[in-house]
Each structure stands twice: as structure tokens, then as C-alpha cells.
């Protein structure tokens, strides 16, 4: 069945097992924050597209000392996970109640935004949504601003298949995991769940291609399996 982020359970739920079917996830949000730790300078604001409960916020706000930043998130679920958690912050964070399908009726409030994030989050809107989404961010950034994608990529084809789930095989032997299962017996079937899940992943090149379309220089700065991050420099060029 399709994700219902507005269901408080369902919300619950993913916060007490995010890691669950995504070893990898610590160690790409550990890079995501190195790298804002060690680019932030103080008055930077991040603008975070699917903040969910606030777990990425919480990270960044115990890592980097100047880290402000603005969430946008469509959940109200998800939304009161994030102000039990980041209550002790105060107005380092602020949250907008918005549809990332929508961005364009979104005015955010003014910041100085150097930094944008998508963590786990854009792979729920249809690939043409993505594409918009992405040529608002960069209207929204400044110059040589830099968005972070940490998000799940399609598997390419049937060849592949099997050295993928070799990795998803051995993600699972080293930490107990259980993501072979969780994404399937073949593609058809992986594709079939993904699917049932309201999960719409494109390829890792076009994520690449189209972040260079919208005005990023788009660069991948880490793949495990079929889980990516990704960055892209705002280059003034579209
Ligand atoms: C898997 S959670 C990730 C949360 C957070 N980024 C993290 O990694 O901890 C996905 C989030 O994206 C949000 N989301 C999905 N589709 C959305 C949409 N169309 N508009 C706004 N938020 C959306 C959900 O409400 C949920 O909070």
C-alpha cells in the first residue's frame, strides 16, 4: 500500500525504522553533514524539501554550530515528530506546510538560502514534478548555492539485477539488515512494490541530467547500491 505520511502510525513508524531498509542512510546523512560543516558560514540557511520528523534537522543543528534552516513538508504527522524533536532549537528552525508537486505557489520566507537538501523525500513525486522542483530550487538558492539529494535511484535493467542484489546481500550480512526482501525477488517484482509504495526513483543520470538543465553543476558525491548522493552547484548558466 502507498505511503500515508498524514497517518500518525505510519509517521511513528518510519521514525523508529528509517534505517531499517537503508543501512547506507547514516553513513550518506554523515557525508551530507561533513560537507555543510565544512562549507557553512554563519548566517547560511539550508531549505530542507521533505523534512519529515526532523531527524536530518536534529544531525545538522548537534554538528554545525551556525546551521538554520527552513523545512518544507506536506505531512502534519510527520510535522509534529519534527517540533517534539527540534523544540530545543527555537528559531533555528522553521517549518512551511506545503505539496513539494507545488512548489510554484510556495513563497518561502526570505533567507539568505546557501544550502538546499532533499533527503529520501523527492522520490515520491512524479518525475515531472522532479524536474520542476528542481528548476525552483535553483531560483531559490543563490549563486554558487549547493542542493544535496540523498534519495533512492532506479535500478537500470535486467542485467544489473543480479549485482545489485548481491550488494543488497551483503549490506545485509554485515548489519543484520533486511533489504534484499524488502526490494524483491527480481525487477519486475522490485518495481512492482516500489510502485505499491507511491516510490517513482529515476535513474541516477536523470537526476544528473536534469539538475543540469535546471542550472546545477551536478556532481555525485557518493553511490551505495541503488542509494545516492548527490550534489549540485548552482551555476548560473541555464
Ligand atoms: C521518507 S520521509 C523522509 C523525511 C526526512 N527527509 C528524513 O530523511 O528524515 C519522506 C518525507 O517526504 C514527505 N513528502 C512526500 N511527498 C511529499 C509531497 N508531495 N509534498 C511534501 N512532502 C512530501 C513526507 O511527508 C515525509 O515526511
Known amino acids: 500500500m502507498s505511503s500515508d505520511w498524514h497517518d500518525p502510525e505510519t509517521a511513528r513508524r518510519w521514525d523508529r525504522t528509517a534505517t531499517e531498509h537503508n543501512?547506507?542512510?547514516a553513513e550518506q546523512l554523515e557525508i551530507l553533514a561533513a560537507v555543510l560543516g565544512k562549507?557553512?558560514?554563519?548566517?547560511?540557511?539550508?531549505?530542507?524539501?521533505?523534512?519529515?520528523?526532523?531527524q536530518v534537522e536534529e544531525l545538522l543543528f548537534e554538528r554545525i554550530p551556525a546551521a538554520c534552516a527552513v523545512g518544507v513538508d506536506s505531512s502534519e504527522a510527520m510535522m509534529a515528530l519534527a517540533r517534539d524533536r527540534l523544540a530545543a532549537h527555537g528559531s533555528r528552525f522553521a517549518a512551511v506546510r506545503h505539496d513539494l508537486a507545488a512548489l510554484g505557489g510556495l513563497r518561502l520566507p526570505p533567507r539568505p538560502y546557501?544550502?538546499?537538501?532533499?533527503?529520501?523525500?523527492?522520490?515520491?513525486l512524479e518525475p515531472a514534478e522532479m524536474r520542476e522542483a528542481y528548476g525552483w530550487l535553483a531560483r531559490q538558492l543563490q549563486p554558487g548555492g549547493l542542493f544535496l539529494l540523498l534519495d533512492r535511484v532506479r535500478v537500470e535493467n535486467r542485467a544489473v539485477w543480479p549485482a545489485m542484489r548481491a550488494v543488497w546481500e551483503r549490506l545485509d550480512v554485515v548489519h543484520g539488515s533486511g533489504v534484499a526482501a524488502h526490494e524483491g525477488a527480481d525487477l519486475a517484482a522490485h518495481e512492482a512494490a516500489a510502485r505499491e509504495r507511491g516510490d517513482r526513483p529515476v535513474l541516477l543520470d536523470e537526476h544528473l541530467a536534469w539538475l543540469r538543465s535546471a542550472g546545477f553543476d551536478p556532481a555525485c558525491l557518493h553511490l551505495h547500491g541503488n542509494?545516492?548522493?548527490?550534489?549540485?552547484?548552482?551555476?548560473g548558466t541555464a
Do not use: C, E, N
Open 23 to 25: 543501512p547506507v542512510r
Open 114 to 124: 546557501r544550502f538546499a537538501i532533499a533527503v529520501q523525500s523527492l522520490h515520491h
Open 227 to 235: 542509494r545516492a548522493l548527490v550534489a549540485g552547484v548552482v551555476s
Open 39 to 54: 562549507l557553512w558560514t554563519p548566517g547560511d540557511w539550508l531549505l530542507d524539501l521533505g523534512y519529515g520528523s526532523g
